[in-house]
Nanobody
């Protein structure tokens, strides 16, 4: 079992930037596909970004493509989400998640381990 702890959320004005971090402990970090999801009040949990174990392939939702960047440091067992040009509609709780395998996926059910979430609020 892996434990995931997110940090870096907060309040930022529209157009600003934040960098989220997700530190993993427990199960071997480097073997698995990692993802970031977000959930706004009253809405479903949506895929934001994902990265393969090597970092060689990344995937983004259309709503964040070109503004967010996912990366990972396997030596530190940490995955990051750099968020630029933030918009009020990016406001949500952001979750880090570890997939059950190495294959890239956007489906929440394919991720077996989740962090507790970190709040991101973007003011207009």
């Amino acid at each position: 079992q892996v434990q995931l702890v997110e940090s870096g959320g907060g309040l930022v004005q529209a157009g600003g930037s934040l960098r989220l971090s997700c530190a993993a402990s427990g199960r071997t970090f480097s073997n698995y596909y990692m993802g970031w999801f977000r959930q706004a009040p009253g809405k479903e949990r949506d895929f934001v970004a994902g990265i393969t174990w090597s970092g060689g392939y990344t995937s983004y939702s259309d709503s964040v493509k070109g503004r967010f960047t996912i990366s990972r440091d396997n030596a530190k067992s940490t995955v990051y989400l750099q968020m630029n040009s933030l918009k009020p509609e990016d406001t949500a709780v952001y979750y880090c998640a570890q997939s059950r395998g190495r294959v890239a996926t956007t489906t929440p059910h394919a991720f077996g381990s989740w962090g507790q979430g970190t709040q991101v609020t973007v003011s207009s």
